[in-house]
């Protein structure tokens, strides 16, 4: 017979993922056409550096903005 520990509640999976929700920043969705080959590229560049291709545009965005506002 073997013996298992008992699973606390603190060691369940869904409860990291309620948290990251619960703290994620509010956020609102944006829709763009890109020309196909940008996309695949886009894609291909957030692949390989593992990540998403959200925080990709995010980044892009905000140097973007950084760069060109007149603020």
């Given at each position: 017979?073997?013996?298992?520990?008992?699973?606390?509640?603190?060691?369940?999976?869904?409860?990291?993922?309620?948290?990251n929700?619960?703290?994620?920043?509010?956020?609102?969705?944006?829709?763009?056409?890109?020309?196909?080959?940008?996309?695949?590229?886009?894609?291909?560049?957030?692949?390989?550096?593992?990540?998403?291709?959200t925080?990709?545009?995010?980044?892009?965005?905000?140097?973007?903005?950084?760069?060109?506002?007149?603020?």
């Amino acid at each position: 017979m073997v013996l298992k520990a008992k699973k606390t509640r603190r060691d369940r999976p869904d409860k990291e993922q309620a948290i990251n929700e619960a703290t994620k920043p509010d956020t609102k969705r944006l829709n763009a056409e890109i020309p196909r080959e940008l996309h695949n590229k886009l894609k291909t560049f957030a692949a390989q550096e593992e990540t998403k291709i959200t925080e990709v545009v995010i980044e892009a965005i905000s140097e973007y903005l950084s760069k060109n506002s007149n603020e």
